[in-house]
């Protein structure tokens, strides 16, 4: 399968950081996983690149990398006040023209806004920075506690961790869910992260000292072919369904309901992946009772059909020719982060 080409634009001062969320997913060889990414990293001026962290990282390539990138990430841009130098606006709206998939995390979009790519389409960046994107860049529809949008062509994320979500999720997109979670299982992370959650958790003001609500994922995503409601999920948890609706909402952003269905959808592609069963015992299995029910909620949240999502990511390979395209992720319980 042909390696998918991964270029990371440094801008001085470059944040350490972001730069790492691209190195990890997309440059690092894994055991036993299939190298699906070649990455580099270029500069406009080749040489030495100051860093937000002190010291200086030498970067051999220049803008001429940008030419043959499949995707070319933004790993945050620090001086975001000052305009962008002409040539790398230029290389970026001409990596574009040719269709590579432009990325930018935390403060890059403001990069991305500057030449003009975000104009009358959605973005997000660093909640701390999203009132100045909207007020500097009014025709970008700004969504200020989104943890990610994916465009297709174009990819923005909030600050500092949610670049790692991005990341897996495009790897996700590209390859699969089980290539994904591999990598993840690797960096100690979540696998997926998405719903209509916040940036950052919020504690109700009913809830002085809000109980985290890891435990109790843990024991729903192991019995996800249990018909569980509410009532259920608030037994286990130890409080009434309205307190746990309300600790979801602050810790996740998303109602009890919808979060099991997502875990849900996520289990049945990691089958429709690694598996030959048929549609109707998958269905059983992630708790989705009937084909014709996951058929119906696998295409609302992954904009394709279940037999499609397999022809592209079963044959063990890989596949990715049925990306899917105009996905918003909204943010999970970590705490805010400064932004890049």
Sequence with gaps: MTVQRVVALVLPPQST????????VFG?????LPARYSFQVCAERPGAVPTLAGYDMAVGAGLSALEAADTVVIPGWHR???PAPPAVIDALLRA???GARIVAICSGTFLLAQAGLLDHR???THWRLAAELADRFPD?????DTLYIDLGDLATSAGTAAGIDLCLHLARADHGAAYAAHIARHMVMPPHREGGQLQYSTAPATDRRPQSLAPLLDWAAERLDEPLTLDDLAARAGVSP?????????????SPGRWLLQQRVTAARALLEETDLPVETIAVRVGLSSAANLRRRFHSLVHTTPAAYRRSFGDHDGGASSRPSAVTVRGGARPPTPPA
Aim: charged share 35%; aromatic share 4%.
């Design 17 to 24: 950081f972001e730069l790492a969320c691209a190195a990890e």
């Design 28 to 32: 690092v060889r894994r055991p036993g």
């Design 80 to 82: 975001r006040d000052d």
């Design 96 to 98: 574009h023209r040719r």
């Design 122 to 124: 959605r973005a997000t």
């Design 140 to 144: 970008v529809q700004v969504e200020p």
């Design 242 to 254: 309205r307190t746990l609706a309300r600790r979801f909402a602050g810790q996740l952003g998303v």
